[in-house]
Structure formats: structure tokens, C-alpha cells
């Protein structure tokens, strides 16, 4: 190598044309700076390969003997025990949280929602006076701010509540491209005023999904309302459908040679401000919220729907390039043969605002 740096300083010191040697010399400067090394793949309790445990030894050139090569195999598979029970451990403490919230949200419901009840009668009672007895226009518009924050407040309840014990619905299958369109069809009515873009890719050959229409329109509604707030109504929404194959979300014990299964990847994507990257670990957490009128359930709602199908739900952002959450479900497997009827000839369109102009506004 130095013999090779000094004939090339020398060829260049003179204006030689150099044939090549900057590129040999380039790559023995690589292969000079290489340090013996092992990478061993870690596994989880599926055979999936989750993380690689790299050992380098600079201090000899020998290769690595068999006996130190199964001492790393055992510490690695040790590690992947290790990431393993961890997540467990996650899991446990996520369903205690969610059964103290569900007793929490039991006693909310029952506390608040009573006194609610009567607010809200009497505040109609004196919207809707009797003859003789009009209220002036000041009263009205603070009567109807009552009754909209009454609105907001069971909402909010009801919101807890879902959290705590979802709803069991119909698990499909479900068209997913229908429910998409349908969806758009309800949040083209919201804000009418809003200048949104709103493109769809769908996949015309998607197979359906073990999920229930009305919970998966819900979390359609919530990540599109959510774009729709982050752009303040400017901007433009691409909505896309595909199929994967991949490792089944659904869990259990399995090898890592198990086959692959199809599963359907619907993206919600904008081109707003994005999420800090800071932020990006606590966004599905319960009552965590940027918005000013937000209550922080918008998302930990939509991921426990999604993982309760058997699913999951992640986010790719970055600050100033916007945001795509990506929804995996897995495919029904006796929907896989037949071609889906209602996604047929789906494939690709933008939707200017009356079929989906008017964004709606974020909660």
C-alpha cells in the first residue's frame, strides 16, 4: 500500500497520467483499513432475524475459531431472549395501563356524563323557547356554544371509552379500497371551504381483509383528519392500496423458514410540516397531543383497531417532508383466489375537492 501511495504522488507530482491506480489505490485503502470481524444474525422467538451482533478484533488476523463462533451464537441468542422479554414486558405494562384507564373511563362516563346530560337538556330547552320568550342574539350564540362543548366533551368520553374497550365489530372481510372510497364520500361533506388534494392508488386486485368496516373507517377518518389539520387545509392527501408478502403480524411461534403470507398495505400520506423526530415514539400514546383542542386518543385508538386485526400501524416523517402512517393487515386467506368485484378498475385518481375537496378538521 505505501508502495502504491508513493508511485502515485510521484506519476502525479509529473502530470502522468495516472491509468487507473487513484481507483487501486482508493480500494487498498479499504481492504487496509478491514479489521477481522464476525456478524451473527438475533433472532426473536420466530426465527426472524431482528438485529446483527458484530464483533471485530483488530489485535490478531486469525479468523475467529469455531469454539468463539458458538460462544458469540449463544450470546447473541441470549440478546435476542433478552429484546424478547422486553417486549413482553412492554405488553404487560400496556395492558395494565389500559385496564386502569378502562375503570377510570367507566367512572368518567357515569360522573360526567350525567350532569352532561342535563346541561345539554337545558341549554335546548332555552334554544328552543316558547313563544313571547326569544332570547336576544347574544344569548343565543352562547347558548350554542353550550351545547357545542357539551358535544366535544361526550366526545371525548366516548373517545376513553373506545380506548379502554374497543368496540367488537364484524371482522370482515372487508373491501378495503370500498371502504377508502366510501370514507372520502362522508369527509368531502365536513369542510367544503378546505383546498385539499386528495389522490388515490388503489390496487384494483386487492384481496380483503379480517377487519370490521366501520372500525377501519374510523381509523381512515382519524389519519386523514389528522393530515388534513397538519396542512391547516392546504395541501394535498395520497391515499394508497397494495399488496405485500411478508412475516404474519398475527404472532405466534413459527421458524424462520415459515413462507411468507400476503398482507394489504393502505398509506395514508401528506406533504405537511411532518413530526419531529423527538415526537415520533409518543404519538400513539394516550392523551398525547400537539393540538390546541385535541384530546390524544385519535391515534392510540386507531393502533389498538389495527392490532386487534391482527395488524399494525407505523409512521415514516420527517420535519418539512411531511408524513405516510402505513396500515399492514393480513389478507383473508379465502379471499385470495377471487379477484375483489367492488376494487375492479380502482386503480389510480386524483380526487379534486367535491368527491374529496373539503378537509376536514382535525380532533
Known sequence: LEEVERDVRERR???????????????????????????IGIRDDSGDIIGLLVVADDRVKDAFSSEEIKLLESIAAQIGVVIENS?????????????VLGQMAA?????IRNPLGAIKGSAQLLADPSPGTELDPASKEFVGII???????????????????????????????????????VLSTERASDDLEVELVLDPELPRVAI???????????????????????????????????????????????PEEPFVELCVSDNGPGISQKMLDSIFLPFFTTKEKGTGLGLSISQRIVQNAGGRIDVRSYEGKGSTFVISLPASTDALSTPNPKSAGAATGALPVAAGRGAPSAT
Open 13 to 39: 507530482a509529473r502530470g502522468d497520467k495516472l491509468d487507473g491506480l487513484d481507483a487501486v489505490l482508493a480500494a487498498a485503502a479499504v481492504l487496509g483499513s478491514l479489521k477481522h470481524g464476525v456478524a
Open 87 to 99: 417486549r413482553l414486558y412492554a405488553q404487560m405494562k400496556e395492558r395494565d395501563r389500559l385496564a
Open 147 to 185: 351545547l357545542e362543548e357539551v358535544e366535544r366533551l361526550d366526545r371525548v368520553v366516548g373517545s376513553m371509552l373506545d380506548l379502554a374497550r374497543p368496540k367488537q365489530g364484524t371482522a370482515g372481510p372487508t373491501d378495503v379500497n370500498a371502504v377508502v372510497r366510501r370514507t372520502l364520500q
Open 107 to 111: 367512572g368518567l362516563a357515569h360522573e
Open 212 to 258: 370490521d368496516p366501520e372500525q377501519l373507517r374510523q381509523v381512515l377518518m382519524n389519519l386523514y383528519r389528522n393530515a388534513a389539520q397538519a396542512m391547516k387545509g392546504r395541501g394535498r392527501i395520497v391515499i394508497s392500496s397494495r399488496v405485500k408478502f411478508g412475516r404474519t403480524t398475527r404472532g405466534g411461534t413459527g421458524s424462520g423458514g415459515a
